[in-house]
């Protein structure tokens, strides 16, 4: 099924009409993003917000979905792209329509604003940091990733490179591998880093699927304590893992807010109070405030730390 989508519309006659589409549906984070977007929505009621995404994280299954929805003219498109390029010419079309273009999540070369998930080096050093207060200063390490073109995804690694390089000269990152967005391929992908690499010490898992097929691995391997892993995911996905002691710490953002912070922001895109170094009004999450970038401007959420202490604090 290429789309998946749900509609939501309040008890007022919308004015406005925003798509928001993710990498993909089907898989527990979209779906905790997908309650703040339905928590904004219900805020919102003069804006339609239509929730439609594929079951592949393909960018061309993303190009059909704005495609099938650039002859209804939304008042806005937002994207998490699966690959910043490859998508630019179907949102230029959009754009040519008078459709306002965002994107969140996965960035675009084309857009009038950026939700972005966490500043990318602030991240990327928090990832390393994790890691060697755990491991120690000096070992081998691996990293799996959702995909090489996600944008996310490689300003990550390359923030995780800097900083690690920079800093602890002991560590060697000794192999790169995706895993799509699948708890069972970066399952698999873990058992052969570890039979590739009997001396790694240190694990780091991209993507929210990623990081639970990762942490099965080395609890079915043994290996759990003696090879050092830090991601991001939900807390409910790593609840157990946390619980038993496979990782310490778990780095993610608040998912809900990260969907309602992107309906407000498409909100206030169209009231055109969107203006780097001015701060709007982005419902519960109070005043923010964007900042420009090479392509137009962004904002981002603050990194959160997941323990087994604090686990149980959130559910998504």
Known sequence: MLIAATLQISQAAPTHTL????????????????????????????????????????????????EHYIPSHPDVIAVAANDPVAIVPVLQQAQAAGIHVMSWDGDTDLREFFVNLVDYQSFGTALVDALVEQMGHSGEVAIITTTFYAPNQSNWIAAIKSHLYAHNPGLKIVDIRPAGESSEE???VTRDL???????????????????????????????????????????????????????????????????????????????????????????????????????????????????????????
Request: aromatic share 8%; no cysteine.
């Open 19 to 66: 798509v928001v589409i993710p990498k993909l549906v089907g898989i527990s984070y979209y779906d905790a993003v997908k309650q703040g977007i339905d928590k904004a929505a219900a805020e919102l009621p003069d804006l339609q917000v239509i929730w439609a995404g594929p079951t592949l994280d393909r960018v061309e299954k993303q190009i059909e979905l704005i």
């Open 186 to 188: 970066s399952y698999r």
């Open 194 to 316: 570890l039979s590739t690499y009997p001396q790694l010490k240190g694990l780091i898992a991209l993507g929210a699927p990623n990081l639970p097929g990762a942490a099965r691995a080395l609890e079915e391997t043994g290996l759990a304590g003696k090879v050092t892993l830090v991601g991001n995911s939900t807390p409910n996905q790593m609840r157990p893992y946390l619980k038993r002691g496979v990782v310490h710490k778990v780095l993610l953002w608040n998912a809900p807010d990260h969907g309602y912070l992107t309906v407000y922001s498409a909100y206030n895109l169209l009231q055109g109070k969107l203006h780097a170094g001015q701060p709007f009004a982005a419902g519960h999450l109070g005043l923010l405030t964007p900042r420009g970038d090479d392509t137009s401007m962004q904002v981002h959420l603050p990194v959160l730390v997941f323990t087994r202490d604090n686990v149980d604090l959130y559910d998504f």
